[in-house]
């Protein structure tokens, strides 16, 4: 039987129009901020809630398309997500996800990074000015780890899900449980990868507040909900497979933590 939520896990007929609606939804994304920057959407929503802010900081400076250095570097991380986002729905993804959760995953994902440029704007605003030069030259302690940890994350949720594909791909593994690579460490390292590039995100912006705040959250959802679905679907698709999986694998998401 398919499990209930976004992904039904055990139905193989793919929903065109929830993966169009999804690869929409996420190429949108970084139009969208990109607008909440360099037209001044992200101050204004600020100012509606009482924050004195200068928008002038986030078009100053070296950048592409009017943005200063920032905000460029935010944007592009954006559309990087995004467009991972559409390769794993064009060439990742077997199972059915329907136009309604589709949408609901696009909006949360678009949700997130609009809280995110919101942080980003606010952070500017009281900011010195961007110097002349390069873009780089602009990064702080926390632009270069977040874009090292959103790389990171990007990478492992990729490599994750690429080698699964392919375990499951081959015949001579076929109906078996994928225990190789990426797996035999952490039960969901797509998870993990996903909240990596999702702290690089919100560590760019430059609030270590916002940061844990945002992430806690996406922590929780996987932990108290996304893996104890899949747990269910698992054990009853593998049986003693996923028994013994769990015991080699004890890490669900966290290497030698949780």
Known sequence: MPTQGPFQRGNFNISLAGSAIFALGRVADAPLQYLMFSQGWAAMTLRALGLRINNDVVTAGPGIAGLGPIPTLLTGMYAIAGLRHVYWTVFIITTSCSPASAFQIAVYNATVNLINTLVAVAILSS????????????????????????????????????????????????????????????????????????????????????????????????????????????????????????????????????
């Open 127 to 258: 900011a010195p000015p961007p110097v002349p030069g390069s873009i780089t030259g602009n990064f702080g302690w926390k632009q270069w780890a977040g874009l090292i940890l959103f790389a990171v994350g990007i990478l492992l949720e990729m490599l994750a899900e690429g080698s699964r594909k392919e375990f499951k791909a081959n015949p001579r593994t076929k109906g078996k449980l994928d225990d190789t690579r990426l797996w035999s460490v952490v039960r969901h390292p797509n998870y993990l990868g996903y909240l990596l590039w999702r702290i690089g995100l919100a560590l760019t912006a430059g609030s270590l507040i916002s940061t844990v705040v945002l992430n806690t959250l996406q922590f929780s959802i996987f932990y108290f909900k996304g893996i104890p679905d899949i747990t269910g679907y698992m054990e009853t698709k593998y049986g003693k497979q996923w028994g013994a999986y769990k015991k080699r694998v004890p890490s669900a998401m966290i290497p030698f933590l949780l």
